[in-house]
């Protein structure tokens, strides 16, 4: 597969990387432009894919065009970009681009909006996508394998449902985050080494997420079943339900979700 990306900073490299692991494209298929010389010497070297500080050139040929750049600079490579074949897939991975200004700017129909999320630069990401009805079997199919290359992918018919996911899954690694290193903190004040601390949580994290995932139990379920009677963990968890953790997830996420709807009708 062609593989056009226009922007080849922190998440355009990681697709990079992605799609030459999984067999999607040869270094061959890929031409990716950046304004950065520094960037662009870098992607020649570590991926051998060809580069340019043309944007149009970058996606001449290419039969799926990714747009991997800042919000804030996409009015400019839209505009560079214009004129592209009916038979280009552009995928976008922008955040708050709707699809409306999208086909606005580019004045093209067959478009894709993805929103990925930071773990995809490990291949372990969550990225949610839409597309318009232009968009054909066989570019819906290019695009599921680009964006299966950075780990999970669901595609939802609604666009409503990405601003949804960019406020849960593509904030989410954030709140995740947090609170390793607050639950890490915690450990070090009653008094383990930070070291030890860090690898508990760590694992602690990524096992309790594996049993949800392997057992497809309900995690209050789950959580029922390491709370004993009287025990320590009933301990724990009053003080989280009286410190209103439920409650403030609920306000993280639709504080994010109103954000992501103000920056997309911007
Ligand atoms: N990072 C994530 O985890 C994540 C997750 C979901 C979605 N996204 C989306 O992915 C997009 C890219 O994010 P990123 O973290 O990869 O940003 P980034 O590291 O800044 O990458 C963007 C690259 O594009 C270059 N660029 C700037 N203006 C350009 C232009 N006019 N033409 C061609 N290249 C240009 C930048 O060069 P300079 O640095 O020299 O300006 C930079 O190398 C963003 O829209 C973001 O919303 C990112």
């Known amino acids: 597969m062609q593989i056009g990306f226009i922007g080849g900073g922190v998440m355009g490299e990681a697709m990079i990387k992605s799609v030459l692991a999984k ?33 149009r050139e970058a996606a001449d040929g290419a039969e799926a065009v990714v747009l991997a750049v800042k919000p804030q600079d996409l009015s400019k490579v839209l505009g560079e970009v214009k004129g592209l074949s009916p038979q280009q897939l552009v995928l976008s991975i922008v955040a ?29 990401g969550m990225t949610v996508w839409t597309a318009t009805a232009e968009v054909n079997q066989q570019q819906r199919q290019m695009a599921q394998s680009i964006l299966a290359a950075l780990g999970e992918e669901l595609y939802v018919s609604n666009e409503k449902y990405i601003d949804m996911a960019t406020a849960l899954s ?7 985050f947090l609170v390793i290193e607050a639950l890490t903190d915690a450990g070090v004040h009653i008094g383990l080494p930070r070291d030890v601390a860090e690898k508990l ?36 968890l ?26 997309g009708a911007k």
């Open 23 to 55: 067999g999607v494209a040869a270094p061959a298929d890929i031409t990716v432009s950046d304004v950065s010389q520094s960037r662009r010497d870098t992607m020649n070297e570590r991926y051998g894919v060809k580069t340019m500080a043309d944007n």
């Open 96 to 124: 708050g681009a709707t699809l409306d200004s999208l086909r606005q700017g580019l004045d093209h129909p067959c478009l894709v909006r993805a929103m990925p999320n930071m773990p995809a630069q490990i291949g372990e």
């Open 170 to 176: 593509g904030s989410g690694p954030a709140y995740v």
């Open 201 to 236: 949580v760590t694992e602690t994290m990524l096992g309790s997420t594996r049993a949800v995932k392997v057992t497809g139990r309900h995690p209050a379920e789950l959580r029922n079943m390491v709370t004993s009677p009287g025990g320590t963990t009933t301990e724990g």
């Open 238 to 263: 009053l003080q989280l339900e009286t410190g209103g953790l439920r409650s403030l997830l609920l306000q993280a996420v639709i504080a994010a979700y109103d954000k992501a709807q103000k920056l």
